[in-house]
């Protein structure tokens, strides 16, 4: 199979497209997977918040009107009922938010220990370091296209939606096309790099001067 390219952007190699991909990768999760660390940590609060609210609330008596020890600060009970349907909902969504988060700090891990095996893999030419990489993103564009067409069917996928796919698909393909050239380059030179050593050890057969040392102990030789 050829090369699909043969540089970067006309600009660089192979080799160097793939270490400033891997280079830009890894900032961008490293950041990426901060700012969850601290959504994360966020949103914990406003649960705990929202648990010691429900704590509280259920202490507060609700108002009876023949009590002999009513109060004025008392509240009525449609409040006191309005009030805890409230407080549950938004723990339920604070829940649900740290669950989300959780999810998308694990995807940002697995892709920010792809980028690192895409810089070891650029730098030092192993070219199986550079498939991780490239089976997370097309993940990522597998998943990213099946959540559009999934808004499309509920009937809210709006022109921004479908502009912010497009892009988002349309640069990762890009990024894949470059990092797949360069593998299929290093494949091509182990190819081969094997094929002249195979000729090599044919035409020294041939010539006889392949000799193989005599067996024995190394003071007989």
Same mark, same amino acid.
């Not at 050829?2 to 006309?10: A, R, V």
């Not at 999760?29 to 949103?43: D, E, M, P, T, V």
């Not at 044919?202 to 001067?209: F, L």
């Given at each position: 199979?050829?090369?699909?390219?043969?540089?970067?952007?006309?600009?660089?190699?192979?080799?160097? *497209?793939?270490?400033?991909?891997?280079?830009?990768?890894?900032?961008v999760?490293?950041?990426?997977?901060?700012?969850?660390?601290?959504?994360?940590?966020?949103?914990q609060?406003?649960?705990?918040?929202?648990?010691?609210?429900?704590?509280?609330?259920r *202490?507060?008596?609700?108002?009876?009107?023949?009590?002999?020890d009513?109060?004025?600060?008392?509240?009525?009970?449609?409040?006191y009922?309005n009030?805890?349907?409230?407080?549950?909902?938004?723990?339920?969504?604070?829940?649900?938010?740290?669950?989300?988060?959780?999810?998308?700090i694990?995807?940002?891990t697995v892709?920010?220990?792809?980028?690192?095996?895409?810089?070891y893999?650029?730098?030092?030419?192993?070219?199986?370091?550079?498939?991780?990489?490239?089976?997370?993103?097309?993940?990522?564009?597998?998943?990213?296209?099946s959540?559009?067409?999934?808004?499309?069917?509920?009937?809210?996928?709006?022109?921004?939606?479908?502009?912010?796919t497009?892009?988002?698909?349309?640069?990762?393909?890009?990024?894949?096309?470059?990092?797949?050239?360069?593998?299929?380059?290093?494949?091509?030179?182990?190819?081969?790099?094997?094929?002249?050593?195979?000729q090599?050890?044919?035409?020294?057969?041939?010539?006889?001067?392949?000799?193989?040392?005599?067996?024995?102990?190394?003071?007989?030789?």
């Open positions: 199979m050829p090369i699909l390219l043969q540089t970067c952007c006309y600009a660089f190699t192979l080799r160097q *497209g793939t270490i400033l991909v891997a280079v830009i990768e890894l900032l999760s490293a950041i990426g997977l901060f700012l969850l660390l601290l959504g994360s940590a966020h949103a609060e406003i649960a705990a918040m929202l648990e010691a609210d429900i704590a509280e609330n *202490g507060v008596r609700p108002y009876h009107p023949h009590s002999e009513a109060s004025v600060d008392a509240l009525p009970p449609f409040y009922s009030n805890e349907i409230r407080l549950h909902k938004g723990q339920y969504l604070a829940l649900v938010m740290i669950m989300a988060l959780y999810i998308a694990a995807i940002v892709h920010l220990i792809s980028c690192m095996l895409l810089l893999g650029s730098i030092m030419h192993v070219r199986q370091c550079l498939m991780p990489w490239m089976s997370v993103v097309v993940l990522k564009v597998v998943v990213v296209l959540s559009f067409f999934f808004f499309v069917l509920l009937g809210r996928g709006t022109a921004a939606i479908l502009l912010v497009v892009l988002f698909v349309l640069l990762r393909l890009c990024l894949l096309l470059v990092v797949f050239s360069y593998y299929r380059q290093l494949f091509g030179d182990q190819v081969s790099s094997c094929s002249s050593l195979v090599q050890d044919a035409n020294s057969i041939k010539a006889g001067y392949l000799q193989f040392p005599p067996t024995g102990k190394p003071s007989d030789v």
